[in-house]
C-alpha cells in the first residue's frame, strides 16, 4: 500500500491555500522596485542609484524568540509578524541604512492557512510601517519536529545607504549626548524571564491589570514599535553619530555598539517616562536595577548619540515624528554604562 507525502503529513493543498490568502496582505507592501511577484524561486528588487553613487547594502536577519509562545497561548497571530520586521529594520537602520526589501521564513507543524495569512499580515503591516517590500518566504510544514499549534517565525531585511552616510559610531566623542526614543512595551526580548514571571495561563493572562491598564496578553503581545521613518528622517536633518538598537541584552549590551573604545557612556534614571510594565516586572522578578537595564529595554527601544549643541532640536524632531523622546545622558570617557539617579 503506498503512503503519501500527505499520510506522513504534510498537505502541499494547505500550503498553496495559505499562499493564496497571504497574497492581498503581502501586495500593500509592494512597490516600482519589485519586479513579479509571489511564486518565483526568488524575489526581484531592482536598486534605485539615485540617491546613491556609492551604494551600500545592509542586511539583518532575526526571529521574535519565546515571545511567539504568547501569540500561540492566546491564539492571536495578526501582530507578531510586526515583531519580527521590527527586530530587523531597526537593527539596520542603525547604520543609516533605508530598508528595500525583506523575507519571512514560517516553519510549524501542521499549515493552518487561516493563521498563516494572519501571520504574514503582521509581516505586511511591519513592511508598509517600515517602507520596505515584502518580496518572498517560506512557509515549511514539519509534522513531527514542531508540536501541534506551534509555529516559528524568523526574518532578513536588506536596506542601502551611501558609503559616505554610514552610520557607525566611529566620530563619537566625550561630551556627545544620548537620546533616546521611547519603547511601545517589551518589544522581543528577556521573554523566558517574563513568561517565567508572568505564566502562559490563557485565562490569566486575558484578565484586566490595573497596574497595567489593560490586560497581560495585550501588554505582552504589544508589537515592537518601528523605528525606522523617524531615524530616516532625523538623520536627513542632523549629524546623528550613532544608533543603537535596544534589543537582547538591553542598555548595557547594546548603548556600547555604537561608541569607540575607550568611551563609555552616563544614563540618567528617570529622565525617561518608565512604562509601568518595567515597574512590574522589576518588582516581581526581584532583580537588581542593573540586571533589569541587561535585560529589557526599560522603555527605551532606541539610543542616538549627537553633538550636545543638537541635542534638543533631535529629540524635538522626533516628537514632531510621533516618538517619545529624551534627553537620557552622555558620553564619558572610561567603559561601558553606567546607570545615574
Excluded at 529629540?315 to 537620557?328: K, S, V
Aim: aromatic share 8%.
Amino acid at each position: 500500500m503506498a503512503i503519501s507525502y500527505k499520510d506522513a503529513g504534510v498537505d502541499v493543498e494547505r500550503g498553496y491555500e495559505a499562499v493564496s490568502l497571504m497574497k492581498e496582505h503581502v501586495r500593500k507592501t509592494l512597490c516600482p522596485n519589485v519586479l513579479g511577484g509571489l511564486g518565483s524561486f526568488g524575489g526581484f528588487y531592482a536598486l534605485d542609484r539615485e540617491d546613491c553613487d556609492e551604494p551600500v547594502l545592509v542586511a539583518g536577519t532575526d526571529g521574535v524568540g519565546t515571545k511567539l509562545k504568547y501569540a500561540i497561548v492566546m491564539d492571536k497571530h495578526d501582530t507578531i509578524g510586526i515583531d519580527a520586521v521590527a527586530m530587523c529594520v531597526n537593527d539596520i537602520v542603525c547604520q543609516g541604512a533605508r530598508p528595500l526589501f525583506f523575507l519571512d521564513y514560517i516553519a510549524t507543524g501542521r499549515i493552518d492557512p487561516s493563521k498563516v495569512a494572519q501571520i504574514v499580515k503582521g509581516v505586511s503591516d511591519g513592511c508598509v510601517q517600515s517602507g520596505c517590500a515584502l518580496i518572498g518566504g517560506e512557509t515549511a510544514e514539519m509534522p513531527g519536529f514542531y508540536g501541534d499549534g506551534d509555529y516559528d517565525i524568523a526574518g532578513f531585511s536588506v536596506g542601502v545607504v551611501n558609503r559616505s552616510k554610514v552610520i557607525n559610531g566611529s566620530s563619537v566623542k566625550k561630551g556627545d549626548v544620548l537620546v533616546g526614543l521611547g519603547s511601545s512595551g517589551i518589544h522581543s526580548n528577556g521573554f523566558s524571564l517574563v513568561r517565567r514571571l508572568f505564566g502562559t495561563d490563557s485565562s490569566e493572562l486575558m484578565r484586566y491589570s490595573a497596574e497595567l491598564s489593560k490586560s497581560v496578553g495585550e501588554e505582552v503581545l504589544t508589537p515592537t514599535r518601528i523605528y525606522v521613518k523617524t531615524v530616516l528622517e532625523v538623520i536627513k536633518r542632523f549629524d546623528i553619530k550613532g544608533i543603537a538598537h535596544i534589543t537582547g541584552g538591553g542598555f548595557i549590551e547594546n548603548i556600547p555598539r555604537m561608541i569607540p573604545e575607550g568611551l563609555g557612556v552616563s544614563v540618567k534614571l528617570g529622565s525617561w517616562d518608565m512604562l509601568p510594565v518595567f515597574d512590574v516586572l522589576g518588582r516581581l522578578s526581584g532583580l537588581e536595577t542593573e540586571q533589569l537595564y541587561n535585560t529589557f529595554n526599560m522603555g527605551i527601544g532606541m539610543v542616538m548619540a549627537v553633538d550636545a549643541s543638537q541635542a534638543d532640536a533631535v529629540a524635538a524632531a522626533c516628537r514632531e515624528c510621533g516618538e517619545r523622546a529624551y534627553i537620557i545622558g552622555e558620553v564619558t570617557s572610561g567603559k561601558g554604562v553606567s546607570l545615574c539617579r
